[in-house]
């Protein structure tokens, strides 16, 4: 079945693909103001090797849920997972600590569950999971990639069954702000089957979360001030 997409949520769709595109350029410029900035000389080279497209496919739920219920246990599941594998890729020993607490990488994320592709709202899911971006900090990206398995036929980055409720990470080279406009498209794709419902909760995640450690997000807070 073709789902026409209305001006509403297509207005949504791309409020959050603009969202999402100007919080990565903040994020690159952030580093580039830094003090003894060493990475990439322009948001358009930081972007073709730092930023990738990011899908987290869980285990199947033992039965099925409600979506606010699907949505909430996801984003427990991965916070967790962020907190205890993914912000420690990039992170020598992977031992965490304020010294070298910006080297998480910035993640994104859009809920998403079975069958959407294909059809309208859901009411219930068995598989929810999330696709996204991750962008990662130019002086861990080397160590990050080094924990994924790297597809040599097509530069993909990929780790199975990376904790007890999740089966796959897949990371994808995005070298332009076209191929990230594209797949941000495709994954806030849930939105348009979700917008007139009372089902949402957590449709968009952003990792980090906010700490002292990671000033980013205040940096964000000024720029709009």
Do not use: C
């Not at 080094?146 to 980055?157: E, P, S």
């Not at 995005?174 to 979700?194: I, M, Q, V, W």
């Amino acid at each position: 079945m073709k789902y026409n997409e209305s001006s509403k949520i297509k207005n949504i769709r791309l409020a959050n693909t603009k969202h999402t595109i100007d919080l990565i350029k903040s994020k690159i410029q952030y580093e580039m103001e830094r003090p003894n900035y060493s990475g990439p000389s322009t948001v358009s080279e930081y972007i073709e090797t730092h930023l990738f497209s990011l899908t987290v496919s869980t285990r199947s739920l033992s039965k099925p849920v409600t979506i606010h219920k699907a949505q909430e246990t996801l984003k427990a599941r991965f916070s967790t997972l962020y907190a205890e594998q993914i912000r420690l890729w990039g992170i020598e020993n992977t031992k965490l600590n304020k010294r070298n607490a910006h080297l998480q990488p910035l993640v994104i994320t859009f809920f998403d569950v079975e069958g959407s592709r294909h059809s309208q709202a859901a009411t219930t899911a068995t598989m929810p999971h999330y696709h996204g971006v991750i962008l990662i900090h130019h002086d861990a990206i080397h160590e990050f990639l080094r924990h994924l398995t790297r597809n040599q036929l097509d530069g993909t980055y990929g780790m199975s069954k990376p904790s007890s409720h999740f089966s796959s990470i897949y990371l994808q080279p995005l070298p332009t702000f076209a191929d990230a406009e594209r797949f941000l498209g495709y994954s806030a794709k849930y939105t348009k089957h979700n917008a007139d419902t009372n089902n949402n909760y957590n449709l968009t995640g952003y990792y980090p979360e906010k700490s002292k450690y990671f000033p980013f997000y205040e940096y964000v807070k000024n720029q709009k001030n």
